[in-house]
């Protein structure tokens, strides 16, 4: 008797090992319990349809609603067996992925649920939340300016676009997302902050917490504030509230020789370490600050100010000055060349308004000297048949240019330094540790660059509806959790083994690394797949094996390796034996 032999293919990839940490963070229970649906809702509860989207988004890099559909019937499955729950593509059609955006929208339910989820990952993972940071970015759209997307100054250096403000607070070292905030493109930032900061106490329940942010953070009142709570910042000071006069009268000691410098050295990962030429220099000073309470009377507190000079950027800086005051000399002296078409400068004012925009165009004013003069000349012209001989008189305009070099050298001694304002004592936190804290600013800045970038492809937007771009907002920064932590737990056991991970560039196989990143690990996993066999109406599956790679990548996130076995449960009865070189 012939048999019949059907066999199917489905490409597994990463997906069950997004599922299972999901599974670990308790991503769909918390969902389910702080988002209630109606009775009319069947299938997939949506705590289990979210996490669906939430894999198709990390494993494809992709929030379109209308492609999670196909998706999930090419890898129904991988997903069933993963989820211990059978999944139909009907359970995330573009419909119902909407409806869930609905729901996450809710800003009282959302709050509850990420209060929630961040007290489960700190207690899951052993987290000790010391010092937050705070940042606000922008998303750009092609939109008619309305609502939430509107006219303001942008991140994406695309003033042109309407866009909408997102603030993000995410924890140290790891840069765990805590809290995220959606407001009008137009919004100051410096309102963002309070709120921000007050979700991460209700969820944290600690005080004594260090919030750091960019200048916006140095608001009077919002310093007032965390300092009323027990906390602590850390955060440059502006232009507005140190003035260029001011900085000359903190840096004049420095000159006369009077101020002492500390000097700073930092490896990139911010350890002490012996170098020849240190990375920043600086010194500190304390002053009473005086602002608003929360009980209508004054707030006092001592803050203490640190003076710090990153000699790297000062050096960036003064090659920039240099260049920018070479260029204006040039761009001077080339007013005094004649060419066709070009207007000829006829006075001195004119000469030098035109010298003077140049200077200003470069911020270069007071260190290119500038000067014009007028020069006569006379020329004899003979004569000719009855025209008598005459002279001819005519005068020119030749602008004078050159770097002064004192204030050149003034100007480059006062590049590089900024202050930066604590009410940490100089023992919680001395001047190596403000530069170190800082210059750590790439971690929320890498969250929000996975955010908009191809990770997580906020940015292009395909939705119309605002109040469904800020569930789809709530919904990428529980994307982000998983990105963030997956890294750490490979980092932290790597670190704790003293080890390294090897395999996970492509066309390098035995590059070594202890930083692994998401992307590079789950990109291993791709390749795997489930084959599915039918011989006379008898199914058996078989799963592509793992290699010591993909194997120790699972070992390092924390998930067990019956993650992949159980999507084969009936591989030991089966006869057949296949392999993909």
């Given at each position: 008797m012939?048999?019949?032999?059907?066999?199917?293919?489905?490409?597994?990839?990463?997906i069950p090992v997004i599922i299972a940490f999901l599974q670990k963070m308790r991503v769909a229970e918390l969902i389910d319990t702080h988002f209630p649906?109606?009775?009319?809702?069947?299938?997939?509860?949506?705590?289990?349809m979210l996490v669906v989207w939430f894999t198709f988004i990390i494993s494809e890099g992709d929030h379109r609603l209308s492609h999670v559909e196909p998706w999930v019937a090419a890898h129904q499955h991988t997903l069933s067996r993963s989820l211990h729950h059978e999944v139909l593509p009907r359970d995330c059609t573009d419909d119902r992925l909407a409806t869930g955006l609905d729901y996450l929208c809710v800003a009282e339910n959302w709050a509850e649920c990420e209060c929630a989820l961040n007290q489960t990952l700190i207690r899951v993972y052993d987290l000790r939340p010391n010092t937050i940071r705070v940042d606000p970015t922008t998303v750009s759209a092609y939109v008619t300016p309305d609502?939430?997307?509107?006219?303001?100054?942008?991140?994406?250096?695309?003033?042109?676009?309407?866009?909408?403000?997102?603030?993000?607070?995410?924890?140290d070292p790891l840069g765990l997302p805590m809290t995220i905030a959606t407001v009008a493109g137009n919004t100051a930032a410096d309102p963002l902050y309070l709120p921000a900061i007050a979700k991460v106490r209700r969820s944290v329940g600690l005080a004594g917490m260090t919030y750091i942010g960019d200048c916006k953070i140095a608001a009077l009142a919002t310093r007032a504030d965390i300092v009323a709570h027990q906390d602590f910042y850390l955060c440059p000071l502006s232009a507005k509230q140190v003035s260029a006069e001011e900085?000359?009268?903190?840096?004049?000691?420095?000159?006369?020789?009077?101020?002492?410098?500390?000097e700073v050295r930092l490896t990139a990962e911010g350890q002490a370490e012996v170098q020849a030429e240190p990375d920043a220099v600086g010194f500190a000073y304390a002053v009473e600050q005086v602002g608003p309470g929360q009980s209508g009377q004054p707030q006092r507190w001592q803050e203490r100010r640190v003076v710090v000079r990153s000699l790297a950027h000062a050096r960036l800086q003064e090659e920039s000055l240099r260049q920018r005051a070479q260029r204006a000399v040039d761009e001077m002296h080339a007013l005094n060349k004649r060419k066709q078409g070009k207007k000829r400068l006829t006075t001195e004012a004119e000469a030098l308004k035109a010298a003077e925009a140049i200077s200003a165009r470069h911020r270069v004013v007071n260190i290119v000297q500038i000067g014009a003069h007028t020069f006569g000349h006379e020329e004899t012209k003979r004569r000719y048949g009855q025209r008598p001989a005459q002279i001819l008189r005519t005068t020119s305009v030749q602008v004078e240019a050159r770097i002064d070099p004192a204030a050149m050298?003034?100007?480059?001694?006062?590049?590089?330094?900024?202050?930066?304002a604590t009410n940490h004592d100089q023992e919680a936190m001395p001047l190596k540790q403000v530069v170190s804290a800082y210059?750590?600013?790439?971690?929320?800045?890498?969250?929000?660059?996975?955010?908009?970038?191809?990770?997580?492809?906020?940015?292009?937007?395909?939705?119309?509806?605002?109040?469904?771009?800020?569930?789809?907002?709530?919904?990428?920064?529980?994307?982000?959790?998983?990105?963030?932590?997956?890294?750490?737990?490979?980092?932290?056991?790597?670190?704790?083994?003293?080890?390294?991970?090897?395999?996970?560039?492509?066309?390098?196989?035995?590059r070594q690394t202890t930083r692994p990143t998401t992307e590079m690990m789950l990109h291993v996993f791709r390749g795997i797949t489930l084959s599915?066999?039918?011989?006379?109406?008898?199914?058996?599956?078989?799963?592509?094996?793992?290699?010591?790679?993909?194997?120790?990548?699972?070992?390092?996130?924390?998930?067990?390796?019956?993650?992949?076995?159980?999507?084969?449960?009936?591989?030991?009865?089966?006869?057949?034996?296949?392999?993909?070189?």
């Open positions: 012939s048999e019949h032999i059907t066999i199917t293919h489905e490409r597994t990839d990463d649906t109606n009775g009319n809702w069947t299938g997939l509860s949506l705590g289990q609502g939430l997307f509107q006219l303001g100054h942008s991140k994406d250096h695309r003033p042109d676009l309407p866009q909408l403000k997102i603030a993000l607070a995410t924890l900085l000359d009268r903190l840096l004049e000691p420095i000159w006369s020789s009077e101020q002492p410098l500390e050298a003034q100007a480059i001694r006062r590049l590089g330094w900024r202050v930066y210059r750590s600013e790439y971690l929320v800045e890498q969250g929000i660059r996975r955010l908009k970038g191809h990770s997580l492809s906020l940015t292009p937007l395909y939705l119309q509806c605002e109040q469904r771009i800020v569930g789809l907002i709530f919904l990428l920064s529980i994307a982000l959790r998983v990105l963030v932590l997956m890294q750490f737990v490979a980092r932290e056991n790597l670190q704790r083994e003293g080890t390294t991970l090897t395999g996970i560039y492509p066309g390098q196989p035995g599915r066999i039918t011989v006379n109406g008898e199914t058996y599956d078989h799963l592509t094996p793992l290699t010591p790679v993909q194997e120790r990548i699972v070992a390092l996130i924390g998930i067990p390796l019956e993650t992949f076995s159980r999507l084969a449960p009936q591989l030991s009865k089966t006869a057949f034996h296949s392999h993909e070189p």
